[in-house]
């Protein structure tokens, strides 16, 4: 039986980390807002200067204005990023012990696959049977990855074989 990926403080730690990113992500559209709503208060002011100038003037106005609310929201984003931050590590811890386990499990079984290879029984080979959760795919290209050379000696037997029936297609040679 397959064991859970995560415990309950694995769960929270993905929760977490997704709230997180929801927060980030709604950070420029606020400081949006906030510039929005101070080009509507101010937009009467500065009638006299040209346009250029008039809306450099207005943003000036609006981040002097709304200054506090914009530095609260910049420390609030770089708070979301490092509990991010700690947040993914805390993941990675849960997850690097998993992936040894399992890279350790697929070893363990190529392993065996060789055995069987080489004891000619490779088509018996049932990883399920023997409390494996990969496919045979995986398996064999561990395997092969461990031991390069493991089909050699059956791929020069196949080459034999077929060099051994002759070719009934094509025009009849001339003796």
Known sequence: MRQPILDRSGFTKVQSLADT?????????????IYALGRLEFAELFQEQEEGVRKQLIE??????????????????????????????????????????????????????????????HELYDPEALGFE??????????????????????????NLSSAVPQTLGPPSRA
Not at 65 to 83: D, I, P, T, Y
Not at 134 to 141: G, H, M
């Open 60 to 121: 000036a106005k609006i981040y002097l204005a709304c200054h506090r609310q914009l530095a609260n929201l910049s420390v609030q984003e770089g708070r979301l990023r490092r509990q991010a931050e700690k947040d993914l590590a805390a993941l990675e811890a849960i997850r690097q012990p998993r992936l040894l386990r399992a890279r350790s499990r697929l070893n363990e079984a190529a392993k065996l696959y060789i055995s069987a290879v080489h004891q000619n029984k």
């Open 21 to 33: 990113h929801w927060r980030l992500a709604r950070i420029p559209s606020l400081e949006a807002g």
């Open 134 to 159: 990969f496919t045979i795919a995986q398996i064999e290209v561990r395997a092969i990855e461990l031991q390069p050379d493991l089909f050699q000696d059956w791929a020069a037997e196949q080459e």
